[in-house]
């Protein structure tokens, strides 16, 4: 496997790695809540060769809309001025895969935004999605995500409103990607907002 730049802001923390050959040859993460695009290029600049790599990938969202696309301006920028190929992976699965769970299936759940989650189910053996990625309400969640168990942000929220399960507060960390399914690593590097704009256009 090629030197391999993560780059992951799109949730409240901001991470990097570096993998080669199989291996995290390096790696940063921090919980900021805000501020990722002062954090981002610093933690960059200090990985091994200033995280010179051949390739990159990005964690495309669905989470915060500001560190999602501060995540993505970084690992466009920097595929141009190495000339390397860019993409991505979505937020959900970098978390199931991070899971360690042995259950068939498990639910992710990140907090969004207007009291939503971003829901998904995934099977774990392989790892492979089971349903649609959902910006739902946490009653409504709680019904389109049976598992019991739980990762991610928003995982106590889906499991207090069901009354069952288990609930692991989960964020993603770039060094999970070496843990996905590379099917699951070959996201467009565009935008994952996992919910419509809340702005509309007048008529």
Known sequence: MPRT??????????????????????????????????????????LPGGGRADAI??????????????????????????????QGYSSLAAIAAAAGCSDDAIGIALIGGHGELF???????????????ESLCPERAAAAVPDDAIFGSGAAQLVAARGYGTAHDRLPRAADAMAMPAPLLRLAPSPVYGR????????
């Open 5 to 46: 730049l993560v780059i992951d802001t799109a949730t409240a923390a901001c991470s990097v790695a570096l993998i080669e050959d199989g291996s995290v040859i390096a790696q940063a993460h921090e919980v900021v809540g805000r501020g990722h695009a002062e954090h981002l290029m610093p933690m960059i600049a200090a």
């Open 57 to 86: 990938l990005v964690d495309c969202g669905p989470g915060s809309f500001t560190g999602v696309r501060v995540g993505l301006a970084a690992a466009r920028a920097l595929g141009l001025g190495w000339s390397i190929d860019v």
């Open 119 to 133: 829901v998904q189910r995934y099977a774990t053996r392989p790892l492979a999605p089971l349903s649609t990625l």
């Open 196 to 203: 419509g704009a809340d702005a509309k256009v007048s008529a």
